[in-house]
């Protein structure tokens, strides 16, 4: 267990679960498909249709400032974009 980082909680993401009951999770990049489904099965007491993944790389960020060059990276992350039965849905707000 211990795959899902956090809930994607986006103008973007909020669209499409809106009109398309898809709710966007950032996990751990050695998950797959399986682990995902049977992890957010058992967190939110749900029924997953369908999860479908894709990683992204880390960026260089170069910035210049009056003490010279700053150079960084932003992390490399994967995203999953979970399907949910039809009627079923999940509450990020419930226990705020």
Sequence with gaps: MG???KPLVTEK??????????F??????EANKLEIK????ALY?????????SN????????YTRSGLIQGRTNAFK????TLKEGETIDFYSNI
């Design 13 to 22: 993401m909020t669209t499409t679960t809106e009109k398309l009951n898809k």
């Design 79 to 82: 995203k999953a974009i979970v």
């Design 24 to 29: 966007g999770f950032i996990v751990r990049p």
């Design 3 to 5: 795959y899902i980082i």
């Design 56 to 63: 992204y790389a880390g960026k260089s960020k170069n910035r």
């Design 45 to 53: 007491n749900v029924t997953v249709v369908a999860v479908n993944t």
């Design 38 to 41: 049977k992890e957010i099965e």
